[in-house]
C-alpha cells in the first residue's frame, strides 16, 4: 500500500466530492490526493517519513483557481507606487514626492492603482493636473482597471506623443484644444509609448498591448529581471492559497519565462497562458495560437486558449453598448472587432478545438460575442468549447438565456461590482441606465440560469487574495434603487474559485475537488468558514498552500 507524504487531519474538509461533501483529514503522496476521510481512516496511510499536519479544525478546500489574471503586471506592480487609496491631489503630490526621492534614477516615475477621481472628484486627470503634482520629472499613473494610463507633460514628451501619434482602432491619445495630448491615454495602443519608456521597458505588458514579444528580444539581464518579477508573482499567488491561474495576456516571452522557472523547480502555481489576438491581427495568426499550445501542453503550464478583447471599460466610455452612455448621450463605445471578423475568428479558432475568452464589459459586445460563439456552433457544430466571456457586466435580458444555450462559461469578478464595495458606484445617470442596472454585475442572476460560474479578480486591478473576493460575493454591499441583489451562496462562490474553475479548463477530472486520484493541491484557511458570520468571511486567509504536493505557502501552522 503507498504510504503517505503528508496527512491533513483534525480539519473541516469542504471537497465538492460525493456524499456528504465534508471530511475530516486528508492524505497525499507523490503529487496526488491518496486518502479522504475521517482522521483514523486517513491515519492508515501513515509511515515512518509522514508529515502530519493538524489542521486544528480549519477549512481545508481544494487550491483555489484564479481564473483570471495578469501575472507579469501583477508580479510586477507588487514593487510599485499604489495609488489606490488616494482621492486628493496634495495627497498624491505628497506621496509621488517621497517616491520620487526613493528613485532617483527611474526614467520615469510610474505609479499604479489610480481611480478616476484621483485629484478629487470632479477633477480631471490631465497633464497639467499631473504636472502640479510632479512637475519636473516624468510622471505617469495607471488606472486601476489598466485600460487607463494617464502622463504628466515630460512623461508625454519623453514618449514622444505629445503632439499625438497613430495609434490602433479602438485606442486613443486624447487630443487637447491647444493640439497637444492632454495626457489622457486611453487602452493599451495608446499608452504602449509612455510603457516602453519605463525601466521595465513594457515587457510586462506586451502579452496584453500586443500578445508579441519583446522587439529586440530581451537580453540576457533584461529576461533575469523579468523572471524575478514572474517568481514575485508566483509566491504572491501561493501566499493567497492559488494553485493554478490562468492568464489574461500572453506571448511566447512569458511561456518561455515561466518554463525556465519549471526548469528550476521555483513554479509555485500551474497556469495556463493564452495566444493574445488582437482586432489588427490577420487570421493566419491563429496558427501561432496553435502552436503555442503544441509547444506549451503540461499539468504545470500550458496554452490552448485565445484571449480578445471585444471593448474597453464602461468607466471610460470605451466599453461597447447598445444604446449611448447616459452621460455621453452621442457614444456608445465601440467594438474592437466587426461582427464578420469576429464571427469568422471564433468559427476558425472553435474549429481548431482552441477555447476562446473574451473580455467583453458593455451589452453590446457581450451580444457580439454571443453572436460569435453561436457562428462558430452554427458552423461547426456543437461541442465541448467551454468558451468563456470575462466580465459581462452589463447584458442585455434578451442575452440572459443564451449564456446558457450557448454553454458559454461566465468569468466574473465579484470585487469590480459596486456592490463588491471597492469601487464605489458611479453617480446616478452617469454611466449606466436605471434599466441597466438590475443585469449589470449580475453574478446571481447568471449563475441561476444554470450558468457555470467562475470567479477571479483580474490581478493587478484589484488584489488577488481570494477570500475578500469571496467575501464580496456573500456580504455584498447593498445598493438599493434598482441594483438587484446579487449575494452568492458560500458553497457557490467557493466552488467558483475552485471545481468551477477546473471545469473551464477542462480539468474537472484532476482537479477542484478533495478526492483520491486528483491532484494534491489544497489550502488550510485561517478560521472554520461554517462558523464565521458571511460579513466576515473576506478578513479570513490562508494559512497553508500545498501544489502538487508541495508546500508552497506556510504562514507557520505546519
Ligand atoms: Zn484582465
Request: glycine share 10%; with cysteine; charged share 20%.
Amino acid at each position: 500500500m503507498t504510504v503517505a507524504d503528508i496527512i491533513i487531519e483534525n480539519g473541516r474538509l469542504i471537497t465538492f466530492g460525493g456524499g456528504t461533501g465534508r471530511a475530516e483529514a486528508i492524505a497525499l503522496a507523490e503529487g496526488h490526493i491518496l486518502a479522504v476521510g475521517t482522521n483514523a481512516a486517513v491515519r492508515e496511510t501513515k509511515g515512518p517519513d509522514t508529515r502530519v499536519i493538524d489542521a486544528q479544525g480549519k477549512t481545508v478546500l481544494p487550491g483555489f483557481i484564479e481564473s483570471h489574471i495578469h501575472l507579469f503586471s501583477g508580479g510586477l506592480e507588487l514593487a510599485m507606487l499604489d495609488l489606490s487609496t488616494s482621492h486628493d491631489a496634495e495627497t498624491v503630490a505628497s506621496r509621488v514626492r517621497e517616491y520620487s526621492a526613493q528613485q532617483p534614477d527611474a526614467p520615469v516615475l510610474y505609479a499604479i492603482g489610480a481611480h478616476y477621481d484621483l485629484l478629487g472628484a470632479g477633477r480631471p486627470i490631465d497633464r497639467h493636473g499631473l504636472d502640479r503634482v510632479m512637475p519636473d520629472r516624468p510622471f505617469a499613473v495607471m488606472a486601476a482597471d489598466h485600460h487607463t494610463l494617464w502622463a504628466n507633460t515630460p512623461a508625454l514628451e519623453l514618449a514622444g506623443i505629445l503632439h499625438g501619434a497613430t495609434v490602433p482602432e479602438g485606442s486613443e491619445i486624447v487630443m487637447g484644444a491647444d493640439g497637444l495630448a492632454t495626457g489622457e491615454l486611453l487602452e493599451a495602443g495608446a499608452y504602449e509609448y509612455v510603457l516602453a519608456t519605463t525601466a521595465s521597458g513594457g515587457r510586462d505588458l506586451l502579452g496584453m498591448t500586443t500578445g508579441n514579444d519583446p522587439v529586440p528580444s530581451a537580453t540576457p539581464e533584461q529576461r533575469a529581471a523579468d523572471k524575478a518579477i514572474l517568481r514575485a508573482g508566483l509566491r504572491h499567488l501561493a501566499k493567497t492559497g492559488v494553485t493554478t491561474f490562468h492568464n489574461m495576456d500572453g506571448n511566447f516571452y512569458q511561456l518561455e519565462l515561466l518554463s525556465e522557472i519549471e526548469a528550476e523547480g521555483d513554479l509555485l502555481c500551474r497556469g495556463q497562458v493564452p495566444f493574445h489576438f488582437k482586432n489588427y491581427d490577420p487570421i493566419d495568426r491563429l496558427d501561432e495560437a496553435a502552436e503555442m499550445q503544441r509547444r506549451y501542453n503540461s499539468d504545470w503550464l500550458w496554452s490552448g486558449r485565445l484571449k480578445l478583447f471585444h471593448d474597453g471599460v464602461v468607466e471610460s466610455g470605451t466599453a461597447a453598448m447598445l444604446r449611448p452612455y447616459p452621460n455621453w448621450p452621442d457614444s456608445t463605445g465601440a467594438p474592437l472587432f466587426t461582427p464578420e471578423q469576429f464571427n469568422e475568428i471564433c468559427v476558425r479558432a472553435d474549429e481548431m478545438g482552441l477555447q476562446i475568452s473574451v473580455h467583453a464589459i458593455g451589452d453590446a459586445a457581450v451580444r457580439g460575442t454571443l453572436d460569435g460563439y453561436a457562428a462558430a456552433r452554427a458552423a461547426n457544430g456543437a461541442r465541448d468549447s467551454r468558451h468563456r466571456i470575462e466580465h459581462i457586466e452589463v447584458l442585455h435580458p434578451d442575452d440572459l438565456p443564451r449564456l446558457r444555450e450557448l454553454d458559454v462559461v461566465a468569468s466574473m469578478q465579484p470585487l469590480h461590482a459596486p456592490w463588491g464595495g471597492l469601487f464605489a458606484p458611479s453617480d446616478e445617470g452617469q454611466i449606466l441606465h436605471e434599466d441597466q442596472k438590475p443585469l449589470a454585475y449580475a453574478c446571481q442572476t447568471i449563475r441561476e440560469t444554470g450558468v457555470p460560474m467562475i470567479f477571479s479578480s483580474d490581478w493587478p486591478v484589484v488584489p488577488v487574495e481570494v477570500l475578500p473576493s469571496i467575501g464580496a460575493a456573500v456580504a455584498p454591499k447593498h445598493l438599493g434603487g434598482n441594483w438587484t441583489d446579487q449575494r452568492q451562496n458560500l458553497r457557490d462562490a467557493l466552488e467558483s474559485y475552485t471545481a468551477m474553475g477546473a471545469y473551464a479548463e477542462f480539468n474537472e477530472s484532476k482537479k477542484g475537488r478533495l478526492v483520491p486520484g486528483m491532484f494534491a493541491d489544497l489550502v488550510i484557511l485561517s478560521d472554520d468558514l461554517d462558523s464565521v458570520a458571511l460579513k466576515d468571511v473576506g478578513k479570513a486567509s490562508v494559512q497553508l498552500t500545498i501544489c502538487g504536493g508541495r508546500v508552497t505557502y506556510d504562514a507557520g501552522v505546519a
